[in-house]
């Protein structure tokens, strides 16, 4: 990003962002900008799989209820991460990325969290490894396989077909929450 890009007070990045460089961008897009995060995994401060880590400005306005995504290391992939890898084109063009991250991403990459929070096991990060790799060639199958595993557990028929993301999102209530996000304070 450019220097000072923080200064911005805007977290959510979308693909079309003017604070990303060129450079920048192509690290992205190939995810070459993860590497750093496996010194954070040799230090102990995160793991391969978990919930991707948020800002303290977005962790503030957690519910209850997504309070526990950070009971667990956060990690560099997990379904969200894949189901919402193209997070960047969701918020192309978006006047207040943060806000639409709030209405658009957040509800169902909490929820997704949440899932793995309360689920998971050596047996399902060692599957979403191999998604994440999968989803670098095919990330329709990919998002298939997910939908196929979700079909498998007991997890809500929205939540089920979001993770398809075979249509517009929509905005909805985080979890624990009655209310779509209206803004950031």
Do not use: C
Request: proline share 5%.
């Amino acid at each position: 990003m450019v220097i000072n890009a923080d200064k911005s007070g805007v977290d959510s990045t979308s693909i079309n962002d003017s604070r990303i460089t060129k450079l920048g961008s192509i690290l992205r897009k190939y995810k070459i900008d993860e590497i750093p995060n496996l010194l954070n995994i040799l230090k102990g401060e995160m793991s391969f799989v978990g919930p991707r880590p948020n800002v303290k400005r977005e962790t503030d306005l957690y519910s209850q209820e997504e309070i526990q995504l950070l009971s667990v290391k956060p990690g560099i992939t997990d379904f969200a991460s894949i189901v919402f890898s193209d997070e960047g084109e969701i918020l192309k063009n978006s006047k207040d990325p943060d806000l639409d991250y709030n209405q658009l991403i957040r509800p169902w990459k909490s929820r997704l969290g949440i899932y793995y929070v309360n689920h998971h096991h050596l047996v399902s990060d060692l599957y979403i490894i191999y998604l994440t790799l999968f989803s670098f060639f095919s990330r329709k199958n990919t998002l298939l396989n997910i939908h196929k595993y979700f079909s498998k557990k007991n997890v809500s028929f929205n939540l089920k077909e979001i993770v398809k993301r075979d249509s517009i999102l929509r905005p909805y209530p985080p979890p624990g929450m009655t209310k779509i996000v209206q803004s950031r304070v």
